[in-house]
């Protein structure tokens, strides 16, 4: 099946300081990457859509200055959380997806982002 | 704009017993596509199954099976001989047909007992 690594796992970071979260598609060419937010006990939020040398788009509410996306290849998208604060401490999770019948959307396992 | 309804917070079932998961969904579009992704307690969302609006069978696969009643706009994911280690979250989710994003519903939580 599709795999979708991430990278790190697991993140601490001080206030004020950026963090960049890595989203890889390892056995698949993925045209579209998502990144979502997810609360505890809570649904997946989705934030952005990004395809493959263009620009992200952005769920309302988003704060596109924030929360930078690039998607520079077909295997490799990034987060940067941008001068975190609590606030934005959450579990960050990408998704890929292919080209293909049922054009699933395959995720990785998640980025815990703990900001003190 | 789509909507999931996924109306048991928590779910109950005995090893090897059959559960059903209820969904429900909201659309205006003819042509959409229907998921069911199980998350454990680690976190990753894994892909179950998939149902386009257009098949005509219910989808299989392995222990899951997806009774899709295109009719009463349901999508209720039925698991056959549960293990414990389908313990988990899960979580039904839509797609517009020609679009990639996934609109979710708030999930239903499974415990199995032995």
């Known amino acids: 099946g599709a795999v979708v690594s991430q990278h790190p796992s697991r993140v601490i970071c001080k206030s004020g300081t950026s963090v960049k979260i890595e989203c890889r598609s390892l056995?698949?060419?993925?045209?579209?990457m998502f990144w979502y937010r997810q609360f505890p006990k809570q649904s997946l939020m989705l934030m952005a859509t990004?395809?493959?040398?263009?620009?992200?788009?952005?769920e309302q509410g988003v704060e596109k200055d924030k929360f930078l996306i690039n998607h520079a290849s077909l295997t490799l998208s990034t987060l940067t959380v941008t001068s975190a604060h609590p606030e934005d401490s959450s579990f960050y999770i990408c998704?890929?997806?292919?080209?293909?019948?049922?054009?699933?959307?395959?995720f990785g396992p998640g980025t815990r982002l703990t900001v003190l | 704009a789509q909507k999931i309804t996924q109306t048991q917070p928590g779910m109950f079932v005995q090893e090897k017993e059959a559960v059903t998961l209820d969904c429900t969904y909201d659309?205006?579009?003819?042509?959409?596509?229907l998921f069911w992704y199980k998350q454990p307690s680690s976190g990753e969302m894994i892909f179950l199954i998939y149902?386009?609006?257009?098949?005509?069978q219910n989808a299989t696969e392995g222990r899951y099976s997806l009774n899709f009643q295109k009719a009463r706009k349901s999508a209720n994911l039925v698991i056959s001989a549960s293990q414990l280690g389908d313990s988990a979250m899960y979580f039904c989710?839509?797609?517009?047909?020609?679009?990639?994003?996934?609109?979710f519903g708030k999930g239903t939580m499974l415990l199995v007992s032995p």
């Open positions: 998704s890929a997806m292919g080209q293909g019948a049922s054009d699933t959307q395959y």
């Open positions: 056995d698949f060419q993925a045209t579209t």
């Open positions: 990004s395809n493959e040398g263009s620009k992200a788009t952005y």
């Open positions: 659309t205006s579009d003819q042509s959409y596509g």
């Open positions: 149902q386009g609006s257009y098949d005509e």
């Open positions: 989710a839509i797609r517009r047909g020609g679009y990639s994003t996934l609109t």
